[in-house]
């Protein structure tokens, strides 16, 4: 099982993968301070990383991180590359201190 980390700026994700029994391989698409604005080049990056994992609905968890121009370019190039009916998501619930899976 993968989970892609949208943006990894240091969190910790350890708690997402106490949710799943198998072993759990965590993808970062990008790391750090990302320039939003730099659209092409975040554009190819998310692309070349979906083409290069084959990202599969049926095993492969999205945890939504960064920029919300982040999070938008990165489901355009989902949709572009992969065309599935569904998503799973794990979202961080801020009261409760867990992430959550959610099938959207």
Same mark, same amino acid.
């Given at each position: 099982?993968?989970?892609?980390?949208?943006?990894? *700026?240091?969190?910790? *994700?350890?708690?997402?993968?106490?949710?799943?029994?198998?072993?759990?391989?965590?993808?970062?698409?990008?790391?750090?301070?990302?320039? #939003?604005?730099?659209?092409?080049?975040?554009?190819?990056?998310?692309?070349?990383?979906?083409?290069? *994992?084959? *990202?599969?609905?049926?095993?492969?968890?999205?945890?939504?991180?960064?920029? #919300?121009?982040?999070?938008?370019?990165?489901?355009?190039?989902?949709?572009?590359?992969?065309?599935?009916?569904?998503?799973?998501?794990?979202?961080?619930?801020?009261?409760?201190?867990?992430?959550?899976?959610?099938?959207?």
């Amino acid at each position: 099982m993968r989970i892609f980390i949208i943006n990894n *700026f240091g969190h910790d *994700f350890s708690q997402a993968q106490k949710l799943f029994d198998e072993e759990v391989t965590f993808i970062n698409l990008t790391t750090g301070i990302i320039n #939003p604005f730099n659209t092409d080049r975040l554009l190819a990056v998310f692309e070349k990383k979906l083409k290069q *994992f084959d *990202f599969c609905y049926k095993k492969d968890y999205i945890i939504i991180s960064g920029s #919300p121009i982040l999070v938008g370019l990165f489901f355009m190039s989902l949709h572009k590359y992969v065309n599935y009916d569904r998503l799973n998501l794990l979202l961080y619930d801020m009261k409760q201190k867990r992430y959550k899976l959610r099938e959207v």
